[in-house]
């Protein structure tokens, strides 16, 4: 099945954590529009005449809690969405993998507290990786060195996609262990041509982020529109979860050490706790 | 490398007489004849200097005063020093010459070779020397000085940082004897700048061969001398000669009308030179147009090294220092962010000084508005004049305007700073003086502007440029002009806003003198608000009322009431002044008028009339508003345009979906 058929077939899926992620913006945002109304009434807004940007700040200024609900918001997503789509890891690999809802529910739930430990893993060795990248590209030019952590990044990501679909859909002998993060490096990064298209994904998912702010940012002003930012929001979705598909698609891959475990077994498509059940 | 080099010096350091404007007779009082050589190894000048002083008072001069700005950095006690505490708009004092000082070594006359004394004031920034005639009004005087100088490494403006060298105020210079007889010698303070008289110059800089050297005027003569070179520079009515030295400088030269401009790159800054030409010739247009013409030949922009941004930002006669063009890839500005405030505004500012202090030679102590105000406000129209338009700042396509930027400043010192006071008023430590001197008075000057009309109020500011060209205008030779130029000479007769079919004694009418005695003499803040707009029904007389003979008999209700539109509005600063007040009506109808503000709250009614939306200056004339959101309002049931509440929820929503997205899954 290719990558992009098992995200076609999970789209109930993906239209759900679409959902999930509108509904909690929207609550963000009116939150923030209840206190910025609050602010300015009983008096109403201008007619447009070019200042929209003026009026903003100026609401900014004269009420600095707006500003800081806002950033609070934003802030609370990062944090909130890291520790929400690690916890949602395992269901949504499962899902890809188009097991049945009863076995996606139960993966999600049994391999929880392996996908968080991989998780810490995979950041610090991002953090510490992508640091000493920094410093070692320095002599570049920024045009080359932005190139360099992008396709870094990408790496990392299929590094951790990589871990999680195999603690998810096959069985690794040591699901805790830092060891088995730094092998889906070694094995992201052993398939140049796997890092190349998660770096094309990356770059899309990317490119989305940014559009968000800045397409709200455009459309200030009378008639501010909101579903160009919930499309871009769906497209980053889409391409986040095409990359985990291609993870499943391309694994397993060897997470054990060679001494200690033999070949992973590549037509295993079974679940990690069919093998803990027998 | 180098930009149009083979550009030939001009032969005169003024314009022809055609081009250059009126120059008032008795403008020229102190000539300068200086032979300076620069050490770079101790990063000394030493330096002769001829002044030849006419008293242009009314009563015998009996000592001749002297700023000797450069000893402001003589020590960590001096007037300056105290107040800047070791740093000038963040540079910091240097560490391996953190002093400079300017040394007088002997003064003599010329005409009999007598010796006289230099004596420094209780601040080493002044000094005075006890002449032995009193020099009578009219007479001239001629007095040889040497002295040196030891250039500090630069952070406020003038010093040395490895090769470069900028020397600004680095002589000693005669103070301006007013023509009532009283010295203007006022101690060099943090932010007060200079004040000096008109006269020519003629510099003699010995320097290394090897330097490229910018200076006030033209150059007349080179003589090289083995690894030294002797460069001659001449200019004429001028307050001031600055020069700059260094091995690495770039030259980009053009001539724009007839004007050599000389642009000195350091090489790290080499690609901004084109965005300065353009931003210096667009400054050239606009201030010529409204302000007369640049009366001299040559413009010089010095571009500091990186290494030296104290440096940066000073403007001296005929040359000037200025800062870097940050310049963003283009997509990032059509899509994100793009700004004209960045060294093409400095340039901008740096040349209108040309005119505000250069050829409007104001006391920057006692006046700093004067200069730096009105510069400020004429760079804002230098801005508006530009092909670019009114904008200085876009983010994601939407633009801020300068009245938009000055009212953000407003709210920052609204109530708290008064524009018209001396230098040393202000606290460096507050931070007020730049929003107050600098951007203050440009929003009570473009307020002004927005109300009486642009055409009328540049002809009045255009009547006083011209006028007091080559002189010392005061604060109050302004507002007069101003005043008489808009509002005539009758006193009591303001500028009429109403519109015609207002009845005279009905008229709205604004008092150009007191708007800029409450914008520049007062902490009074500009604030109008809509108290409350409805819609009711015409008071007819239904009820009980006694008829002639006392006797209580009943109106009866009328069948039916017209209705009526009522609207309180509120002046709730204290700085009184006329606003316009624009309301639209359920039929679609539009109607302007004007308030004259004086009391605190007034009510508006149409009968027959219900009425939709009102709002208070709706073409945004009072920049010096600092908050607007409450100048509309909208009758209940009216249907409103979204507002920044709603862009505020769009922006969080957009946030926290790009959070989402961008951690995971």
Same mark, same amino acid.
């Given at each position: 099945m290719s990558a992009l058929r098992r995200v076609a077939r999970a789209f109930p899926m993906l239209l759900g954590l679409w959902l999930g992620m509108v509904l909690l913006a929207g609550l963000a945002g009116a939150g923030v529009g209840w206190m910025g109304h609050a602010a300015v009434?009983?008096?109403?807004?201008?007619? @447009? @005449?070019?200042?929209?940007?003026?009026?903003?700040?100026?609401?900014? @200024?004269?009420?600095?809690s707006i500003g800081v609900a806002i950033l609070g918001s934003a802030g609370l997503a990062a944090v909130g969405g890291w520790v929400g789509w690690t916890a949602l890891g395992g269901f949504i690999i499962a899902r890809l993998a188009a097991k049945p809802w009863d076995e996606v529910l139960r993966v999600g739930v049994r391999r929880l507290p392996a996908l968080g430990v991989q998780a810490l893993w995979h950041a610090l060795l991002t953090s510490a990786g992508l640091a000493l990248l920094a410093i070692v590209t320095t002599p570049l030019p920024v045009l080359a060195r932005v190139p360099v952590l992008l396709i870094a990044v990408a790496g990392s990501l299929l590094a951790h996609d990589f871990v999680r679909a195999q603690l998810c859909l096959h069985p690794v002998e040591r699901p805790l262990h830092p060891m088995t993060a730094v092998r889906g490096f070694i094995a992201a990064f052993s398939s140049p041509g796997s890092v190349a298209a998660i770096t094309a994904l990356w770059v899309v998912q990317l490119v989305a982020v940014a559009a968000m702010p800045l397409l709200a940012a455009r459309a200030l002003g009378p008639g501010a529109g909101i579903w160009g930012v919930r499309l871009a929001a769906g497209v980053g979705l889409l391409a986040a979860l095409w990359r985990i598909a291609l993870a499943i698609e391309w694994g397993p891959v060897r997470l054990d050490a060679p001494s200690e475990s033999a070949e992973p077994d590549p037509s295993a498509d079974r679940s990690p706790t069919d093998a803990e059940d027998r | 490398m180098g930009h149009g080099t083979a550009v030939p010096e001009p032969t005169e350091p003024l314009r022809p007489a055609a081009q250059r404007g009126t120059i008032r007779e008795d403008a020229r009082v102190v000539d300068y004849a200086i032979d300076a050589r620069l050490d770079t190894e101790t990063h000394r000048i030493e330096g002769l200097e001829r002044i030849t002083w006419t008293n242009r008072s009314r009563v015998p001069a009996s000592e001749l005063q002297f700023h000797l700005y450069m000893n402001a950095f003589s020590a960590e006690d001096t007037a300056w020093m105290r107040e800047g505490r070791g740093s000038h708009r963040s540079a910091m004092q240097g560490e391996e010459t953190p002093w400079g000082y300017v040394d007088v070594q002997s003064v003599t006359t010329v005409a009999d070779k007598a010796v006289l004394e230099l004596v420094e004031g209780d601040d080493p920034t002044v000094g005075r020397i006890a002449l032995p005639t009193p020099v009578a009004p009219g007479a001239t005087i001629e007095l040889d000085i040497a002295f040196v100088t030891q250039l500090p490494e630069v952070f406020a403006r003038t010093g040395y940082a490895g090769d470069f060298v900028m020397a600004g105020q680095w002589f000693p210079k005669v103070a301006v004897l007013e023509s009532d007889g009283r010295w203007s010698n006022h101690v060099f303070t943090f932010h007060s700048e200079f004040y000096a008289d008109f006269g020519n110059y003629r510099v003699i800089l010995d320097v290394p061969s090897d330097r490229v050297v $910018?200076?006030?005027? +033209?150059?007349?003569?080179?003589?090289? =001398?083995? =690894?030294? +070179?002797?460069?001659?520079?001449?200019?004429?009515?001028?307050? /001031?000669?600055a020069w700059t030295a260094s091995p690495d400088f770039v030259e980009y030269v053009e001539v724009y009308d007839g004007i050599k401009i000389r642009q000195l790159v350091s090489p790290e800054f080499w690609d901004d030179a084109p965005a300065h030409l353009a931003a210096q010739i667009e400054a050239l247009d606009s201030m010529q147009a409204r302000f007369g013409p640049y009366p001299w030949s040559t413009i010089t922009i010095v571009h500091p090294p990186g290494h030296a941004p104290g440096a940066a930002g000073m403007e001296y006669p005929t040359l000037y220092t200025t800062s870097p063009a940050y310049r963003l890839p283009g997509p990032v500005r059509e899509l994100a962010f793009d700004q004209r405030l960045d060294g093409r505004f400095t340039t901008v500012h740096e040349f209108g000084h040309q005119y505000f202090q250069g050829l409007l030679a104001s006391d920057e102590f006692t006046v700093p508005w004067l200069d730096e105000g009105m510069n400020t406000f004429s760079n804002t129209l230098v801005l508006e004049d530009a092909p670019a338009g009114e904008w200085t700042v876009k983010i994601a396509g939407h633009p801020l305007d300068v009245g938009d930027l000055l009212r953000l400043d407003m709210r920052q010192i609204e109530g708290r700073s008064i524009v018209d006071q001396p230098a040393d008023a202000f606290v460096n430590l507050e931070g007020l003086y730049g929003r107050t001197v600098y951007r203050k008075t440009a929003a009570v000057m473009r307020s002004l502007r927005n109300i009486v009309g642009h055409p009328r109020f540049d002809a009045a500011l255009a009547d006083y440029t011209q006028r007091y060209r080559f002189t010392h205008p005061t604060a109050d030779d302004l507002i007069e002009a101003l005043t008489i130029g808009l509002q005539g000479p009758q006193p009591g007769a303001g500028v009429r806003l109403s519109g015609p079919e207002v009845a005279d004694h009905e008229a709205v009418q604004l008092d150009v003198a007191d708007f800029l005695r409450r914008g520049l003499r007062t902490t009074q803040r500009v604030a109008y608000g809509v108290r409350w707009i409805g819609n009711s029904k015409q008071v007819a007389d239904a009820g009980w009322h006694r008829d002639d003979d006392g006797v209580l008999r009943e109106t009866p209700e009328p069948q039916s009431r017209e209705p009526e539109a009522l609207v309180v509005l509120e002046r709730t600063g204290d700085f009184v002044t006329p606003v316009?007040?624009?309301?639209?009506?359920? /039929?679609?109808?539009?109607?302007?008028?004007?308030? =004259? $503000?004086?009391?605190?709250?007034?009510?508006?009614?149409?009968?027959g009339r219900r009425v939709e939306r009102v709002t208070i200056d709706p073409d945004r004339h009072l920049e010096l508003e600092a908050i607007r959101y409450d100048n509309h309002r909208y009758a209940r049931n009216a249907r409103q345009p979204e507002g920044p509440a709603d862009d505020l929820d769009v922006l969080t929503q957009a946030l926290v979906l790009s959070m989402l997205g961008g951690v995971g899954p």
């Open positions: 009434e009983p008096f109403g807004a201008a007619p @447009d @005449d070019g200042h929209a940007l003026f009026r903003v700040l100026e609401l900014l @200024d004269l009420h600095r | $910018g200076a006030t005027g +033209i150059r007349v003569a080179e003589e090289e =001398d083995g =690894d030294r +070179i002797k460069l001659t520079y001449e200019a004429e009515l001028v307050h /001031d000669f316009e007040v624009e309301v639209q009506f359920e /039929d679609g109808e539009v109607e302007r008028s004007w308030w =004259d $503000g004086q009391p605190t709250t007034t009510t508006l009614r149409w009968p």
